[in-house]
């Protein structure tokens, strides 16, 4: 399974993530151990929401789209837990 996440920052939860993994549980552990500098300064984060998908072409078109404008208001309306 390949998987778009959510992410946010429980110590800024203004702070969000949006990635694509195949291993959704490892990909959380680098976020939190500091393994991305992108993300290490609002550890720790947690899992808002993930959807996954069997093709990994498929995943990576849903996360492109939830990176951009459109993709974004989506996310903000349906997706974060409120």
Same mark, same amino acid.
């Given at each position: ?11 800024? $939860? ?5 990635? =694509?993994?195949?291993?959704? %549980?490892? +990909?959380? @552990? ?13 550890? $720790? ?5 993930? =959807?996954?998908?069997?093709? %990994?072409? +498929?995943? @990576? ?22």
């Amino acid at each position: 399974m390949h998987c778009v996440c959510l992410l946010r920052s429980e110590s800024d $939860p203004e702070q969000t993530c949006i990635g =694509l993994t195949d291993d959704l %549980r490892a +990909r959380i @552990a680098k976020h939190n151990t500091g393994g991305s500098p992108h993300t290490a300064k609002h550890r $720790p984060w947690k899992i808002a929401a993930y =959807l996954a998908f069997e093709s %990994r072409e +498929r995943a @990576a078109d849903f996360e492109r789209y939830l990176k951009s404008g459109s993709g974004r208001a989506f996310s903000k309306k349906r997706l974060w837990s409120r």
